[in-house]
């Protein structure tokens, strides 16, 4: 259903933390979301390719090969493409400043909305205390995360044949555990510390795979998220407001719209 809609055009269109290479990352919903929006600036914010997970056990799906064409598409057919490179594909940090076809490489940027407002842009890794300090232990963060995703499919298995719906051990973790909700706390407010030095009006990052949007601390403070199970993008509008696209969510919406009402009811 969702391939059959006309694209819906935006100002400008935030992805990150897609992670090509990890099996459990949400190819077929990335799919759904490029082929079903389009805006005239996309940034890639970091994290698109994992080439930590490559390094180890090489994965690559032919559903990879079509979301890289997709975005290559829209670079051809006009969208200005911007990648920061993250800390999963670090190893693109050697061509900063350069170009990959229509793709530009860049550590960060300050994105101009349609009212003039002003945010940093920036995968955010810089700002992990663990991930400059201590590479191995960033590593080890990496294999719970893993296997916390390898959990998930256990109990999600179970839970389909209860007619649940899906349910993420990691993202009720980071909700509820005290430490996971104090590290990104402080993640946070590093970000919003050097936007506030950089002199914008907000910042927009990913890495920690927790989408949200918020100003309480006086600035605007905006991830992006995750394409491993959370599936949110962030898009500016032509009015320069800021919307946080749940796309799993949205598309279990639009199915329970379109059921008939008969098929619904009938028990």
């Not at 032509?238 to 279990?252: H, Y």
Request: charged share 25%.
């Amino acid at each position: 259903m969702a391939d059959e809609r006309e694209a819906r055009r935006v100002r400008a269109m935030f992805l990150s933390d897609v992670h090509l290479g990890m099996k459990p990352m949400r190819a077929a919903q990335l799919i759904e979301f490029l082929r079903t929006h389009d805006a005239e600036t996309i940034y890639l914010i970091g994290d698109i390719v994992d080439g930590w997970r490559l390094a180890k056990n090489w994965y690559w799906p032919s559903e990879y090969n079509v979301i890289l064409q997709l975005l290559l598409d829209k670079a051809t057919a006009g969208a200005r493409m911007i990648y920061l490179p993250g800390n999963h594909d670090e190893f693109l940090r050697e061509y900063l400043g350069t170009y990959f076809g229509e793709i530009e490489l860049v550590d960060r940027t300050v994105h101009v909305t349609a009212t003039g407002k002003t945010y940093l842009v920036i995968h955010g890794d810089q700002f992990d205390v663990v991930v400059m300090n201590a590479k191995w232990l960033a590593h080890v963060g990496d294999w719970a995360y893993n296997f916390a995703l390898r959990v998930n499919i256990a109990i999600n298995w179970v839970r389909r044949r209860l007619g649940l719906q899906y349910w993420s051990l990691s993202a009720w973790a980071k909700q509820k555990v005290k430490n996971a909700v104090s590290v990104i706390g402080r993640f946070e407010e590093a970000l919003v510390y050097e936007a506030k030095q950089s002199g914008v009006d907000g910042v927009i990052c990913g890495h920690i795979h927790f989408a949200d949007m918020h100003d309480r601390t006086g600035i605007h403070y905006i991830n992006t998220g995750d394409w491993v199970e959370s599936c949110t993008a962030i898009v500016e509008n032509f009015d320069g407001s800021f919307e946080l696209i749940k796309w799993t969510e949205m598309v279990t919406g639009e199915v329970r719209r379109l059921r008939p009402k008969k098929a619904a009811t009938s028990q």
